[in-house]
C-alpha cells in the first residue's frame, strides 16, 4: 500500500468537488440542504449505551483500497435491512466511488429500507459535500481530523449544526484528539487504521479512550472481527463499534450482528 494513499484520495476529491460545483451551484445545492432539517438521531442512538447494550453502526461496504473488493454484489438496502434486524442501531455508508465502490444512491437506498439514523462516511474536505450528504438524506457526516486543517474543522461542525446532522469526528493520534477537542466535537470515532499507510492495530482506541473528555462518545472502528475484539473494548470503556469489513463478508449479516451484540 503506497504511503500516499491519503493524499491521493484527497486528490480526487478537490476534482470530485469541483466537477459537481459545475452541475449545481453550492448555494443552489444549501438552499436545498436547508429545507431539510427533519434527522434521525445518530448520536442519540450512541448516547447511552453501556457494557450492557453496546452500540453496532454496521457501514455498507463494498471494497477497500487496502483489502481490495469485499463485497462486490452487496444490495443496500437488503444489507441495510438485514443489520437492522440483526440489532445494529445505527447505519454508515461509504459513499466514495473511485476508492470503496460506493455511492450516495446507496445511502438513499439504505436508508429508505430502515428506520435507523444513516452516517454518510467519505472523506469530506468542503462545505459543500456537507450540503450533498444534506440533499442525499444523511443524518450525520464523517469529519476525519487528519484531512482539514482546525478551522475548517470547527466551521464544518459548525455547519453540520445548523442543517440538523450530527458529526462523527475520526482521529488516530492524540494529537488528532486535542483537535477535536479543541473543535468541540462530542462523538470522537478512534480510528484503529492509519489512513496513511491503511495499516490496522485494534489497540488504538483502547490506548487512546482513556484521553477523551468528560461528555465525549467514543466509537471505535476499524479492524473489529469478533465478539472478543468487542470485549477487549468494553473493558477500556468503550461501549460504540462501527464495523465494515467482518459484516460485509459475513453470509449472513443478521446472524453477525447478532453475535456481535
Known sequence: MANDILQTIVAQKKRE???????????DLCDLAMQLKAKRGFMQALANNGPDQIGVIAEVKRASPSKGTINAHLNPADYAAACERGGAVALSVLTDHSFFQGSLDDLTSARQSIHLPVLRKDFLISAYQIYESAVAGADAVLLIVRILSQQQLVDYLGLCGELGLDALVEVHTEQDLETASTAGARLIGINNRNLKTFETD???????????????IPVA???IQSRRDIDRNLNAGIY??????????????????????
Open 17 to 27: 468537488v469541483e466537477t459537481a460545483r459545475k452541475r449545481l451551484g453550492e448555494q
Open 202 to 216: 485494534v489497540g488504538t482506541a483502547v490506548s487512546m479512550v482513556g484521553r477523551l473528555e468528560e461528555g465525549q
Open 221 to 223: 472502528a476499524s479492524g
Open 240 to 261: 460504540n463499534f462501527l464495523i465494515g469489513e467482518s459484516i460485509a463478508r459475513a453470509a449472513n449479516p443478521e446472524t453477525f450482528v447478532r453475535s456481535l451484540i
